[in-house]
């Protein structure tokens, strides 16, 4: 494993670029790294730019469910990153009765 597949990459470049240090994200994490931990799936989705998601969405080829064009317009890529840029929602409150 290497930094790069690090979940705490932001932190160690953070830290690097203010001491005015370089950061190499191949750096294998045995010289003294106590918080390396293997980056999740949900890691790499939280990371992604809006456009990235955007297009990951839209290949499925259906729109958002809140969408005015009503599930297939041709450019779900640009729907979903058009929903994607929308202030988001309160979620509704659980009745756990």
């Not at 799936?41 to 990951?56: F, H, P, W, Y």
């Not at 890529?77 to 009765?97: F, H, I, S």
């Amino acid at each position: 494993m290497t930094c790069e597949q690090c979940k705490y990459i932001t932190v160690c470049m953070a830290q690097a670029d203010c001491l005015g240090q370089i950061f190499d994200p191949n750096y294998d994490g045995e010289h003294g790294c106590t918080d390396f931990a293997p980056r999740t799936n949900a890691d790499r989705i939280r990371s992604m730019t809006d456009e990235e998601l955007a297009k990951i969405l839209g290949d499925k080829c259906i729109c958002p469910p809140t969408s005015a064009c009503a599930k297939f317009c041709g450019d779900c890529v640009a729907c979903w990153l058009e929903w994607l840029q929308q202030p988001a929602e309160k979620p509704k409150e659980v009745d756990d009765r």
